[in-house]
């Protein structure tokens, strides 16, 4: 089993669609938890960042934690033909922990958002 | 401009050449990180390091070199590559390795091809 599973997609949705993207994950040490966009031909950038359980906002983005399920969200709303992308979770544990050193990511999902 | 820039953006490259991959983070950052980027993988992580001191490599094949002259420099040496060596090439950097938040800011990355 991997340490985190992502859809990857691709999900296809029309413009001004709510959209929500998902990972779960098998190790109760995360306790960081990102969202990364990634555009064709460029790096990931950083987009959404939570610690532990509960939500996050930002604009037309929600990030969602739930610990006790070991399940992340992400969701657009109004989605944008700008929002076709990839979009990767990614996570990290406690300070000073073997899992602290380093992001574990997962695959990524392929988003289209179409006219 | 993400504040960590990578050059070159594409490179072809022979099975004997040699070449190197560079890296310059303007963020004030102390860790630096290589990943490689297939389809539809996660992204695996190569080599960390933390303060100019290599922390990690994860079981990456000498024919990749890596090379931290200080905390803002970061070179992937490339020797006798195989096909399937070909992948996006991505640095990253943060604040230090292990303090918790681990976020991760990258570059566009290096496509590479190995013919």
């Known amino acids: 089993q991997k340490e985190v599973e992502q859809d990857p997609g691709p999900l296809s949705v029309p413009e001004g669609a709510i959209v929500s993207l998902n990972c779960t994950y098998s190790?109760?040490?995360?306790?960081?938890f990102m969202w990364y966009r990634q555009y064709s031909r460029k790096g990931p950038e950083l987009l959404m960042y939570t610690y532990s359980s509960g939500n996050k906002e930002d604009g037309r983005f929600t990030a969602q934690v739930d610990k006790s399920s070991k399940y992340i969200s992400l969701f657009i709303r109004d989605s944008q033909p700008s929002d076709s992308a990839t979009y990767l979770c990614?996570?990290?544990?406690?300070?000073?922990?073997?899992?602290?050193?380093?992001?574990?990511f997962g695959t990524g999902t392929r988003l289209q958002v179409t006219l | 401009e993400t504040g960590v820039t990578q050059t070159p953006r594409h490179l072809v490259m022979g099975m004997t050449n040699k070449k190197s991959l560079k890296c310059e983070q303007h963020l004030g950052h102390n860790a630096m990180y290589w990943y490689k980027q297939s389809a539809k993988k996660p992204l695996e992580l190569m080599f960390v390091y933390n303060f100019k001191e290599q922390t990690e490599n994860n079981s990456v094949p000498s024919r990749f070199s890596p090379e931290c002259p200080n905390s803002s420099h970061l070179f992937l040496h490339l020797h006798t590559l195989q096909p399937e060596d070909s992948a996006l090439y991505l640095c990253?950097?943060?604040?230090?390795?292990?303090?918790?938040?681990?976020?991760?800011?990258f570059g566009a990355g290096t496509r590479l091809s190995v013919l």
């Open positions: 990253a950097s943060s604040q230090e390795v292990g303090g918790g938040q681990n976020i991760q800011y």
């Open positions: 990614a996570m990290s544990g406690a300070p000073n922990t073997g899992t602290a050193s380093k992001l574990t």
């Open positions: 190790n109760s040490a995360f306790q960081y």
